[in-house]
């Protein structure tokens, strides 16, 4: 398996516009997570999916971001408007959504660099 | 809520031992984990312990968890250059639904110095 895959790899936009992070998790597993990183406030957690239900989006910031997870195999993160404040690493993780230890394992993409001017 | 705390930053010169610390408030964690995260990529899990254990070794890597302080420790023995990263610990926590999600601490980055 490829791992989890996450487009565009880099993505330099102006204020205002708006921007669609992809994921592909791997294959079988039932849940995926979307977090944010910056030097500022490390990594944070903003949604996640169970069996493509979205279960917890207490950590998305504002209604400008959006997520879905149309199937098993593709979810989505939106900004819209995007903001200079949106600059982070995005990283979607994937697991099989069993209770603990291996089980419990988040197997994590490369990350999607936002950059908004 | 959960709440997961580390220290920024720790410097080791090369052949030392490193330990990495962390508290975190869940009393009710099933496990903990600690993710290593190497420059320009994701998180990767290098250990977990199960909360009714007080030590894990895995060859050079030592996990101790003190339950009662909710303080969790990663010892790397003969700290490598290769060692460098981001360590994360992470304590798990479940929902009404049956699943469960990891809160992450802030990450601290190891520096080796050779």
């Known amino acids: 398996d490829a791992g989890v895959i996450q487009s565009p790899r880099h993505e330099v936009t102006e204020m205002g516009q708006e921007v669609t992070l992809r994921c592909k998790p791997i294959s079988g597993h039932n849940s995926l997570f979307w977090y944010r990183q910056t030097m500022m406030r490390g990594l944070e957690l903003l949604i996640y999916f169970n069996n493509n239900v979205p279960i917890d989006d207490s950590g998305m910031p504002e209604d400008r971001f959006s997520a879905k997870m149309p199937n098993a195999s593709f979810s989505t993160l939106k900004i819209q408007p995007s903001e200079p404040r949106d600059s982070a690493v995005y990283f979607c993780?994937?697991?099989?959504?069993?209770?603990?230890?291996?089980?419990?394992?988040?197997?994590f993409g490369p990350g999607t660099r936002l950059t908004v001017l | 809520g959960e709440d997961v705390e580390q220290s920024l930053f720790l410097s080791v010169r090369e052949g030392d031992s490193s330990v990495i610390n962390c508290t975190y408030t869940?009393?009710?964690?099933?496990?903990l984990y600690w993710y290593k995260q190497e420059p320009g990529a994701g998180l990767q899990l290098l250990t977990y312990i199960f909360s009714n254990m007080d030590m894990k070794q895995d060859q050079r890597l030592t996990v101790l968890l003190n339950k009662k302080d909710k303080h969790l420790s990663l010892r790397i023995a003969d700290t490598q250059t290769g060692d460098s990263a981001i360590y994360f610990c992470?304590?798990?926590?479940?929902?009404?639904?049956?699943?469960?999600?990891?809160?992450f601490g802030t990450g601290t980055r190891l520096t080796i110095i050779p």
């Open positions: 869940d009393s009710s964690s099933t496990y």
């Open positions: 992470a304590e798990s926590s479940g929902d009404n639904f049956g699943n469960e999600k990891l809160t």
């Open positions: 993780a994937s697991s099989l959504g069993l209770a603990g230890g291996r089980g419990n394992e988040q197997f």
